[in-house]
């Protein structure tokens, strides 16, 4: 059974850092490409970045590009985003998810 755990979210004021995990299991992690979408109050998903199964490619929505870094641990089986200079349209659910699957999600709030 696949497994996305996310957690590392919170509250944070504007211009803070954030650092999220997602710990994967039920699959062969390091084969898979990998991505972090987001959901914000009333809105739709919303992709946010990806990284391609063994790290060496990333991708940035404009929104986030500058800000955010993806990264894993092909031998931890965990995702990563490090989320700086955050903004109050940052706030969202946040999820770690394959192609297939998602998990559960981790809260972020940027508020002053």
């Known amino acids: 059974e696949v497994q996305l755990v996310e957690s590392g979210g919170g509250l944070v004021q504007p211009g803070g850092s954030l650092r999220l995990s997602c710990v994967a299991s039920g699959f062969t992690f390091s084969n898979y490409d990998m991505k972090w979408v987001r959901q914000a109050p009333g809105k739709g998903l919303e992709w946010v970045s990806s990284i391609y199964s063994g790290g060496g490619a990333t991708f940035y929505a404009d929104s986030v590009k500058g800000r955010f870094t993806i990264s894993r641990d092909n031998v931890k089986n965990t995702l990563y985003l490090q989320m700086n200079s955050l903004k109050t349209e940052d706030t969202a659910v946040y999820y770690c998810?394959?192609?297939?699957?998602r998990g559960q999600g981790t809260q972020v709030t940027v508020s002053s």
């Open positions: 998810a394959t192609r297939q699957d």
